[in-house]
């Protein structure tokens, strides 16, 4: 293979046999070159400067600088794709939120027992994850965006509008960017964001304190009203129903839909079924092209979407799907989408917006 293709990584990880282990499984991908290890941030500071790797595994428990010290400086000072090796604990759960919130592109959750087979068969995720990690757009964050404030002239909330949201890789930060600035009179919003169980109770919670909605993971039967946010559990798909009283979500555990559950593609195509003209479809950044074929479904009846535009997508697998399957009315910078979720919302008119 030429060099030029091959993805140089360094893996950071204070255990040498993680370490071991992440190397041999790494390099059984001829696409990857694992060109060091380092036990702590402060080698791996050095080795970053010398062998300039193009992708990171990055452990959060380690001596000297926690990882998410490290990362932080890392993405204040020379942003790299990282791809962190968690604990699949609750507080190894909230330490990897916290990452994915730093600039952490995705994660993989470290086997609770048997390390050297549970890795094994974690070779092909961490391999994909790495690779998909190379061509992440990684930049130094933003700083805090201002909130929306209501608008001046609003009309009631409609009862019969809904907004879904669908994301991957990079959509945890792209997510909270949209909701932590909306004001709380805004339609019912249903999200899948693919994440293992655990994972989702701990983002939805996580959102609800940096937001003015009422953010929480769904359970089955949950009404999704004005100022409510519903996330997709880990593990299970999640669809929306409606009835004489508005919607509501069908939680239940079923097959992998493009691989995923919950599946981008299961909300998308239930929203398309029960709201129609009413709904706003939204996909965002992302590996692969889960909810790409349901979004041209909500389109096709009558829904207004939009994909987030490549310029702002950590990767932009799914919008780019989507965009290719002409699924999307609008392309839109991930800035932009707070305030055109309001205006949709407020009963504004998009088809100005859309033709620019």
């Known amino acids: 293979m030429n060099d030029e293709k091959v993805i140089k990584v360094l893996v950071v990880d204070d255990s040498a046999l993680m370490r071991q282990l992440l190397t041999v499984l790494l390099q059984q991908d001829p696409s990857i070159r694992v060109v060091g290890a ?28 926690d990882g998410l010290t490290f990362l932080e400086n890392l993405m204040r000072l020379n942003p790299l794709p990282v791809v962190m090796v968690s604990s699949l604990t609750e507080k190894g759960a909230d330490a990897t939120l916290r990452a994915l919130a730093l600039g952490a592109v995705d994660f993989v959750a470290k086997p609770r027992s048997n390390l050297r087979d549970g890795m094994q068969e974690l070779a092909d995720e961490i391999c ?35 907004v879904a949201i669908g994301a991957s890789a990079g959509g945890t930060q792209a997510i909270a960017e949209i909701l932590t600035v909306l004001p709380e009179h805004i339609p019912g919003i249903a999200i899948v964001q693919h994440m293992p169980p655990k994972f989702t109770a701990l983002f939805a919670a996580n959102l609800k304190n940096r937001s003015r909605l009422d953010v929480r993971e769904a359970k089955n ?89 490549e310029a702002t997508s950590v990767i932009f697998g ?26 949709w919302g407020s009963g504004g008119s998009l088809a100005l917006a859309a033709a620019r």
């Open 128 to 162: 994909a994850k790495v690779r998909m990690a190379s061509r992440a757009r990684v930049q130094a964050r933003n700083p805090k965006p201002k909130p929306i404030a209501e608008p001046l002239n609003r009309s009631p909330l409609s009862r019969e509008r809904v």
């Open 221 to 309: 039967g949950d009404r999704l009203e004005g100022g409510v946010v519903l996330v997709a559990p880990g593990g299970c798909q999640m669809a929306l129903r409606r009835d004489a009283m508005g919607y509501s979500v069908h939680v239940y555990t079923g097959e992998p839909v493009n691989r995923h559950q919950p599946s981008v593609d299961v909300l998308f195509d239930s929203t398309a079924a029960c709201a129609g003209g009413e709904a706003l479809g939204i996909i965002l950044t992302g590996m692969g092209n889960d909810g790409a074929k349901g979004l041209l479904t909500m389109k096709q009846a009558g829904s207004y979407t939009i994909a987030q535009d």
């Open 318 to 343: 799914m919008p780019d799907q989507a965009i290719k399957l002409g699924a999307a009315k609008e392309i839109l910078a991930l800035d932009r989408m707070a305030q055109r979720i309001v205006q």
């Open 38 to 65: 380092a036990p702590d941030p402060y080698i791996a500071r050095e080795k970053i400067k010398h062998l300039r790797p193009d992708v990171l595994t990055l452990d959060i428990e380690m001596p000297n600088m």
